[in-house]
C-alpha cells in the first residue's frame, strides 16, 4: 500500500514510486467482510470493517465510506428501502414541488443520523489504521437533486422549470458543502462526489450543475474527486474546468481522449470495464488494466481502477490481477 504522503505526490509536479490502485469498492468490501449490505449502509462499525477487511485482502491504497447517494433525502424525512443485500432506494422523496423548498433548511449533517454515521466511520476508520488515506463522500448537484425530487422529476426540471432545478442545486450544494467539511474534520483525506446522471444530459444542462458542484469543491482544503457514470466523453470540457482534483471515468470514456481534452496534470482515475471482474479472466483485466496505464500516459498523474464499483458477485483473482498490475508499473 502507499502511503499518504506517497500517494499525494500526485498532486504535485512529482509522481508516486508506481501506479497508485484505488477499486471503489462498496458491496464488494461488504461481501469479503460477510456483513450485509443493509448494515454496511446503516453502521459506521461495520462499514470500517469491511472497508478494512477488503483493503487487507487485496492490499490497494485507499478506503472510502461511499455507500448510497440518499443520506440528505433521508435528512429531509425522505422515505427509503434498504433490502438485505442490496443498494438502498427512496421510496418517496421529500420534495415534491417549489412549495416544499420554501423555507426550509439545510440539515446539519452532524445532527442527521445516517450522515453521522458516515462522519463516523471515517473516525473509525483513522482509529484503526491511521497511515491509510480515506476518502469521503457526498453528492455532486444533480445527484442530490435527483434524490431529494425523485430522478424523473429532476430531468423534466432540466427542460421545464431551470429556476426550480437551480433552487434544489443550491439547496444540495450546501448541504454538500457542510457534509463534506465534517468529513474532513474527521480525518477525510480526500473527498468525492458522484453524478451518476452526468452522462444522460446535454453538456449545456451538465455545466449548470457542475456549477453549483464546484461550491463544494472550492470550500475544501483537500484533494477532490468527481465520479461520473456512463459515457461522458461529451462532458470532459466541463469536467476540465470543474477545479475537481481527480476525475473518475466510467469504462465507456477513451482514455488517450480524455487525457488529451483535461491535459497534463488533472489525474486520472479509471477504468477497467466492471462487468469483466464478474464474467472476465485474469489476463483480460490485466491487459485492460495495462492499456488503461497506457492511455492515460504513463508520466502523467493516474490511478487504476475500474471504471465504476467493483461488483459484489467479483471473482476474487480478478481484483487481484488489477492490483497485481498497478504494482509491476514502478
Known sequence: MLSKKELFKLFSDQRPRRVPVIPFVMQYAAKIAGIAYRDYCKNPESMAESQLRCLEEFDYDAVNVSSDAHRLAEALGGELFFPEDGVPVVKDPPIKSAEDLKGLSVPDPTKAERCRQRIRAIELLN??????????????????????????NAMKALYRDKTLLKQLFRFSAEFDRKFARAQVEAGADIIGA???????????????????????????DVPT?????????????????????????????????????????????????????????????????????????????????AGCEIPPDSRRENLEAMVRTAKSQG
Not at 138 to 149: H, K, N, Q, T
Not at 194 to 220: C, H, M, P, W
Open 127 to 152: 482509529e484503526q489504521r491511521p497511515e491509510v488515506t480515506v476518502i469521503g463522500w457526498v453528492e455532486g448537484a444533480l445527484s442530490d437533486a435527483s434524490s431529494i425530487f425523485g430522478p424523473t
Open 194 to 220: 458522484g453524478d451518476s446522471l452526468a452522462s444522460q444530459i446535454s453538456t449545456e444542462n451538465f455545466e449548470l450543475s457542475v456549477e453549483y458542484t464546484k461550491e463544494i469543491f472550492r470550500s475544501l
Open 225 to 305: 474527486l468527481y465520479h461520473v457514470c456512463g459515457d461522458t466523453t461529451h462532458q470532459l470540457e466541463v469536467l476540465r474546468e470543474s477545479q475537481v482534483d481527480i476525475v473518475d471515468l466510467d469504462r465507456e470514456v477513451d482514455l488517450a481522449q480524455a487525457r488529451e481534452v483535461l491535459g497534463p496534470d488533472m489525474v486520472i482515475r479509471g477504468n477497467v470495464d466492471p462487468v469483466l471482474f464478474v464474467q472476465g479472466e485474469p489476463t483480460r483485466i490485466e491487459e485492460l488494466s495495462t492499456t488503461c496505464i497506457r492511455d492515460a500516459g504513463e508520466e502523467y498523474p493516474f490511478i487504476l481502477s
